[in-house]
């Protein structure tokens, strides 16, 4: 009987490496910015610092502040803080916010998250949102630094502040070079004409290339149109709708296929509430003028030329 070679011994099964803390931590960010939920906590080492986390992207920022999950220690002495500053009288923000330790990404986070409804509800002066802004440009993760120089750059132009852009960008890292150029561009916008879109009337669907002073409004409302409800507008305001898709180019003479349907969508929601509005299904057209972030609010001066821009964190919930 011929002798044979035994079969092959397979592979044993590599199986990847838990991911780090460092890894989790990152994915739990990534999960907060797309709005997805946030992974399960792992256990061991590091899982303090992410039920942290957890519950600073979870906490109802108007309310009680998150829940300490630390032992004795650096981490909870950092975390109550946090906590403290939370609950502090306004003469006592600024020192409490420049003193805050910013080790943890939880504490950047809900720091990040506690500001911005306390903007959001008009209970931080000027000033105190400057340091707020400052305090998180400084120290934190990625994330949390590129919101706060969002809010900050947002707050500038709506403020007209040029000394306040100028040390923005005096302190910037060099990845954020694009959007300051943005901004640079918008503030250069302010007092002048207002620019010429290519704008499709809704529900007609016919296109037209205007100036937003041609529109027969004082104030421009920039905004997606969500499948809530609708804000009532002022008569004094004209609702420019940008393609959720966005796709197009922005002078195309007719909408793509794709875009038709979300446009006859939108006349057919605007017919039934007895509503008009313009269409842009082109995110490059506001985008080559620095109108990255919705909602935005344009209000005109009695010549059609811009007067504010409030956009973004700095735009009003509704006009």
């Known amino acids: 009987m011929p002798l044979t070679a035994p079969p092959p011994t ?13 890894q989790l931590q990152d994915q739990a960010l990534d999960a907060y910015d797309w709005g997805r939920p946030l992974p399960a906590a792992p256990r061991g080492p590091g899982a303090a610092a992410y039920r942290w986390l957890q519950a600073a ?3 109802d920022p108007l309310a009680a502040p998150p829940a300490d999950p630390f032992p004795p220690g650096a ?15 306004q003469a006592r923000l600024a020192k409490n916010l420049t003193t805050l330790p910013l080790r943890q990404a939880g504490t950047a986070l809900a720091l990040w998250r506690w500001g911005k409804a306390q903007v959001r509800e008009g209970r931080f002066t000027p000033a105190i949102r400057q340091v707020w802004e400052d305090r998180l440009l400084s120290k934190g993760p990625a994330l949390t630094r590129g919101y706060a120089l969002r809010h900050a750059l947002c707050w500038a132009l709506a403020d007209q502040d040029e000394a306040r852009l100028a040390a923005l960008k005096a302190r910037a890292e060099e990845p954020a070079e694009p959007i300051l150029s943005q901004f640079q561009r918008l503030f250069g916008m302010l007092g002048g004409p207002s620019p010429v879109l290519r704008l499709w009337t809704l529900p007609g669907q ?14 421009i409302w920039i905004y997606p149109a969500g499948e809530g ?4 507008l002022p008569a004094d305001v004209a609702w420019v709708i940008p393609s959720l898709e966005a796709g197009m180019d922005e002078r195309s003479a007719s909408i793509p296929e794709g875009l038709a349907a979300e446009a006859q969508a939108l006349s057919a929601r605007l017919r039934t509430a007895g509503r008009t509005a313009y ?3 082109s995110r490059a057209a ?13 209000d005109l001066d009695g010549q059609g030329n811009i007067r504010t821009v409030r956009m973004g964190d700095a735009a009003p919930r509704n006009p």
């Open 229 to 232: 409800p609708w804000p009532e």
């Open 57 to 59: 992207a979870t906490f």
């Open 206 to 219: 016919e296109y037209q290339d205007l100036r937003l002073d041609q529109l027969g409004a004082r104030r």
């Open 75 to 89: 981490a909870r002495r950092e975390a109550e803080a946090l906590r403290t500053l939370m609950h502090a009288p």
């Open 286 to 298: 506001f985008e080559v003028l620095g109108l990255a972030w919705f909602p935005i609010l344009i």
């Open 279 to 281: 269409y842009v299904p």
């Open 10 to 22: 397979p592979p044993a099964e590599v199986r990847p490496a838990p991911p780090t803390a460092a």
